[in-house]
């Protein structure tokens, strides 16, 4: 079953907007990961961020979590046409399991020239 | 160092026919997956290994066998395809104490 789940599905911006999707989940976790994957090619690790974190950058990527409400999000700031991808989020579970991360269903995002 | 590679990229098969795919790392993990990826729904585990001789069932194992004879590669069968079994297929894997996983580039399978 699946444990994240991304919203939106679909978002269609302007280059130079922020893109900011969002990834619910429903157990405790390890740590929540997120992952792009341009169409047709494999998942590149985009970011991570712990249990015990709230907030991580990594160049235009700022992610927050927020374990009360089990939820996450991935903020793309000044986005480039490049940005074009599906994006995931994927979690681990608290209780290890071989690290077996489980994936949401993915936000599509397309930026415009 | 190439990664993750998987082979073939594409193929079709017939309900029925058997088929494997042969997913290759050279990082040195212990650990590697297998994936399948259906419009809307994300990735779903398959089967996984946790070293060399060791494999286990993931999300959705019913009708793949595997096989991890050599750390580096990782074989995912399908001994009698099904048109259920159409989809995207990718191999990850990751290092022994590590959080990142590394995807190959997937291959597309239709089962007609």
């Known amino acids: 079953s699946q444990q994240g789940e991304e919203d939106p599905q679909a978002l269609s911006i302007q280059e130079g907007e922020n893109a900011t999707m969002n990834c619910s989940y429903k157990t405790s976790i390890n740590n929540l990961q997120w992952y792009r994957q341009n169409s047709g090619r494999g998942l590149v690790h985009l970011i991570l961020i712990r249990s015990n974190e709230r907030e991580k950058h990594s160049g235009r990527l700022r992610v927050t979590l927020d374990t009360s409400k089990k939820s996450s999000s991935l903020l793309i700031t000044a986005s480039r046409a490049a940005d074009t991808a599906s994006y995931f989020c994927?979690?681990?579970?608290?209780?290890?399991?071989?690290?077996?991360?489980?994936f949401g269903a993915g936000t599509r995002l397309a930026v415009h020239p | 160092n190439a990664g993750v590679t998987q082979t073939p990229k594409f193929r079709v098969l017939k309900t029925g026919q058997s088929m494997t795919l042969l997913c290759a790392q050279d990082?040195?993990?212990?650990?590697m997956y297998w994936y399948r990826q259906d419009p809307g729904m994300g990735l779903r585990l398959i089967h996984y290994s946790v070293g060399e001789g060791t494999t286990a069932k993931g999300e959705v194992p019913d009708g793949y066998n595997v096989s991890r004879l050599k750390k580096q590669n990782f074989l995912l069968g399908l001994e009698s395809a099904a048109p259920s079994q159409t989809s995207v297929y990718f191999c990850a894997s990751k290092g022994q104490g590590a959080d990142t996983q590394y995807f190959g580039p997937g291959t597309r399978l239709t089962v007609l």
């Open positions: 990082m040195n993990h212990e650990y």
């Open positions: 994927a979690t681990l579970p608290g209780s290890g399991g071989y690290n077996k991360l489980i």
